[in-house]
């Protein structure tokens, strides 16, 4: 039985996001309930009836691999969705069972490693044009100039938009996810105005125009010959032979546009952020570039972009010996398994070398497992393979700001100054 320490007293609540506005607060939370609240009850506030917290990485990882009791298909972010909504709103991420799989697999072939090295070539011209336009600068602000576009741009090429509409599309990523931020929600999440948007992505209104803006693409490549992910979901028929719907469609495209770009955005800014306060890591890859998938792994365990997805009890069950009851919310905090001690020795060391690396920054043997990770990692590694010989110092240059939220563990703001190589 585990005790409590004086350390452990230390009030929780993971589900105020001005706890998770200094960046300490909840890490010493998930330290203290994986020690010792390892199925921990939480209240919420806002609307919300409560939901039970799941902080140990083996915890984590059994119920992620068993959705016939911790079901998706109840949402799988903290607000709650009735029936009806929940049928207008789903996508493949709310969806188990067989025709999870069919949705998944009309584009799963995509994201490959094979399939997404195809970008490789793509990839690092963008890399370079984007890091010689932002160090050319000497003092900026490292997300908006390195790391907030570089994603979106991919997911364009692989959509096969326009150059000119990125901008647009990085807009509504930014106006749909981070919904508890003021500074990037029209209409907050809490808010009584939200409730007009209920029916919607994230309750953001943003999610029209993105549904517009993909049922226009989507009308002009039906029937046609394109291998774009769009003409691929228009034009194939699923596994289940059930036709994607409208809302299908327009649910699976918005997926899309939000899944890889403020996550892979906030993963390169946090590993930027951490070369930086551990220059010896840095010198370390720079001496050793055969280093970097090893390091990639651990920028992502380091950075855990989403702090946790959200379960639902399709039965009464136990874990640890705690009740938990059929209906209540079950929360993967992936961001604390990624702490583990039980599975991370000095969990809360940087280490680039760090192997083996069991991290669950996208999930773990899940059916839901994060579709896009290999083209994260790529994107990744092609980042950093391309920035460090360029740099021969980067430090900061001002106050780092972090996006309000308990979801998206980002930061939006990071000044610094780099000197060329
Ligand atoms: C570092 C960057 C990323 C992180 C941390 C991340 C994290 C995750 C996680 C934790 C899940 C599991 C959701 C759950 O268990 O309910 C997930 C699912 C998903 N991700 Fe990512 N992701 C990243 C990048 C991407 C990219 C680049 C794409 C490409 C568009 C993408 C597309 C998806 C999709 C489509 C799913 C749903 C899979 C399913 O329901 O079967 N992600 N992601």
Redesign the pocket.
Known sequence: MPVDTPHDTLAVDLADPDNFLDGETPWRMFDVLRRSRPVHWNPETDGGGGFWSLTRHADIVAA?RDQATFT?EKF?NLEEVDERQAAIRR???E?DGPR?LA??RI?ARE?TPRSVAGYATFLRGLTARTLDLALAKGTFDFVKEVAADF?IN??AR?LDVPDDDTEQLIDWGNRIIANTDPDYADVLLHSAESERYRDLPFRSPASLEVFEYGRELAARRRGGEGTDLISRLVNETPRDGEPLTERDFDNYFL??VV???E??R??ITHSMRALIDHPEQADRLRADPDLMPTAVEEF?RW????YH???TATRDTEVHGTAIREGDKVV?W?ASGNRDEAVFTDPHRFDVTRSPNDH????KG????????A??RL??RIMFEELLPRLADIRFAGDIRRVRSNFVNGIKEMPVTTTLA
């Not at 669950?360 to 999930?363: A, E, N, S």
């Not at 899940?366 to 990770?373: D, N």
């Open positions: 992620d998706s799988v996508s493949m991420l969806t999870h949705l998944r584009l994201f994603p991919v997911l692989m997926l899309l899944a890889g770009n996550t892979t906030h993963a992502l950075s855990s972009p989403v997805f959200r379960r993967l992936f669950i920054t996208f999930g899940g059916p839901h497992f994060c579709m896009g990770a083209l994260a994107e990744m």
